[in-house]
């Protein structure tokens, strides 16, 4: 704070002591290892950029800067079709032939098509708030998909019919 008044930053320091829950937040930031809150900030930039790359050249700007942030394909490939199904949950299934997602929507079973990666898919998406984890009785995993994985889905979905009304 000390330091925003310095620089003659007064109005943010204004804004901040008007917002109790801000002045909180911003102690509890400080006082943490600078090198905890250096990590949670790569995180979020992480995060952003993933979310980002679905939106036009604001994406690829995000991705230029982030290139390690861009969702996989298989990855959206599940988002994508849990949004298509209309599903708000699936629940995996493996056997031999690799894994399935049983959707809750309507019992549509759905296969990646690179079962090799699957595993780096959905971490990915759960690392990415997309996907939210959870067992079943089985101790077998559901996962559920977040608001934030569906408006993804949604854009890129709109994206490309965008680009088949192009065509």
């Known amino acids: 704070m000390q330091w ?16 109790h829950q801000s002045t909180i937040s911003l102690k509890a930031i400080f006082n ?22 679905a939106f036009g050249p604001i994406g ?4 230029a800067m982030r290139p390690e942030a861009r969702l996989s394909d298989g ?3 599940v988002l994508v079709a849990m949004e298509r199904a209309g599903a708000g949950m699936a629940i995996e ?3 031999l032939g690799g894994p399935t997602l049983v959707f809750d929507a309507n019992s549509i079973n759905f296969a990646p098509r690179d079962s090799r990666f699957y595993e780096d898919d959905i971490a990915m998406l759960v ?16 996962f559920h998909i977040t ?6 889905a949604r854009s890129v979905l709109h ?9």
């Not at 925003?4 to 917002?19: E, M, N, P, Q, Y």
């Not at 690829?60 to 991705?63: D, H, M, P, Q, S």
């Open 4 to 19: 925003l008044r310095d620089t003659g930053r007064t109005d943010v320091v204004d804004a901040i002591s008007r917002s």
């Open 60 to 63: 690829e700007l995000a991705l």
């Open 32 to 53: 943490e290892k600078s090198d905890e809150i250096l990590r949670r900030l790569q995180d979020l930039d992480s995060q952003l950029a993933r979310v980002a790359a």
């Open 93 to 95: 299934a493996k056997d």
């Open 127 to 142: 690392e990415s708030g997309m996907l939210r984890q959870s067992w079943n009785r089985s101790g077998g995993r559901v």
């Open 159 to 167: 994206a490309a019919d965008d680009i088949a009304a192009e065509e």
């Open 147 to 152: 608001r934030q994985g569906a408006q993804f």
């Open 75 to 77: 990855a959206v490939e």
